[in-house]
């Protein structure tokens, strides 16, 4: 006969499984480009926690409907500043503002993007844009943030990626190059700043439903590309931003992909 399989003792699971998530309620958090498609949905879901939010956005009007639009869910407190990050001078006006209206900068993430054309279908003007903010602006803003992080001796830098960086799809050439410099950027600085007690993450979505991605999939076909698991919806990209958050001190999700359940990559 086999044997008996002892029961449980439910102090003991309880102990072992135990549930140790770390509230964002309270803390200071900027995301920048959060005033449409992924870097809104973070914010929202994180006011929505309780967590003082500033957001960026390069145009006046639709960061007020997203400041307006955040407010309504409640929560914690929602700002906004116009700046396009990938001017150092903005970025420091940015962080300026994030050192007055929260107090404390406990996370920074990363967000603000272009989408770009290969090589062959764009100019230099266009390909140094999307350089400048899909790359120097994740550099400037790690580098504020990590000036704050170092004297606080925590903090938390979460970079949004992409899967590009993998599939390397032809005709995306600028693009990945940004994508695939940002995965070097983020695993090089994460070694230097563990040291100090600082957590850095990348996050690389596969294709999300926004603005960004009407190139591939126009904006009145995305439900529908949703609805056949063939596209990700911003909310659970912020969903996974949350949940790297919210991880104990002791546990650092360096590294996080996301995709569509039907993208083949």
Known sequence: MPNESK????AAFKELFRDEPQPVAGRGIVVTGGTTGIGRAIAMLLVARGA???ICGRHEKELSDAVAAIKRVGGGAIYGKVADTGKPDDVKQLFQAADRDLGKVDAVINNAGLAADSILDSEFDQWQQVIQTNLIGYMLCSRAAAERFRKQKNGHLIN???MSAKALDPGSDVYVA???AVRGFTDSLAKQLNEDGIRVTLIEPGLVGSDMTEGKVPQDKQADAEAKEKLLRAEELAHSVLYCLEQP?????SFLQIRPTKQII
């Open 7 to 10: 029961p449980v003792n439910e």
């Open 52 to 54: 003082n939010v500033l």
């Open 160 to 162: 949004v990626g992409s």
């Open 178 to 180: 940004t994508k695939s």
């Open 249 to 253: 001190p002791r546990c650092d999700v």
